[in-house]
Nanobody
């Protein structure tokens, strides 16, 4: 059965770091774009970052650029989102999703089909 499963997250103080993992099951993750999204309370789900099939093209939204890094570990069929210099406004439920088989990627939610259930990341002192 095709699915993606997030892990990681938790509670961290402002300025701290978290790493989220997105493990793929039932398909080879490196053949697809993978995206990370987040949804804060009372707000719409928004794109954060994505990585293309093959991993040669990435996108980071301006709100996280320079702080968040997306990467792949093909041996583990997993995509990571390393989040550094976290701010309270980064508090949200974070989701990963499988995108198309493209050598580019976008953080447009409409391009993504299989979604994980999400993991909460809380930034608070």
């Amino acid at each position: 059965q095709l699915q993606v499963v997030e892990s990681g997250g938790g509670l961290v103080q402002p300025g701290g770091s978290l790493r989220l993992s997105c493990a793929a099951y039932g398909f080879t993750s490196d053949l697809y774009a993978i995206g990370w999204f987040r949804q804060a309370p009372g707000r719409e789900r928004e794109g954060v970052s994505c990585i293309s099939a093959g991993g040669h093209f990435t996108v980071e939204e301006p709100s996280v650029k320079g702080r968040f890094t997306i990467s792949r570990d093909n041996a583990k069929n997993t995509v990571y989102l390393q989040m550094n210099s976290l701010k309270p406004k980064d508090t949200a439920v974070y989701y990963c999703a499988q995108g198309p088989r493209t050598t580019w990627c976008t953080t447009d939610k409409a391009e993504y089909k299989e979604w994980g259930k999400g993991k909460k990341g809380t930034v608070s002192s």
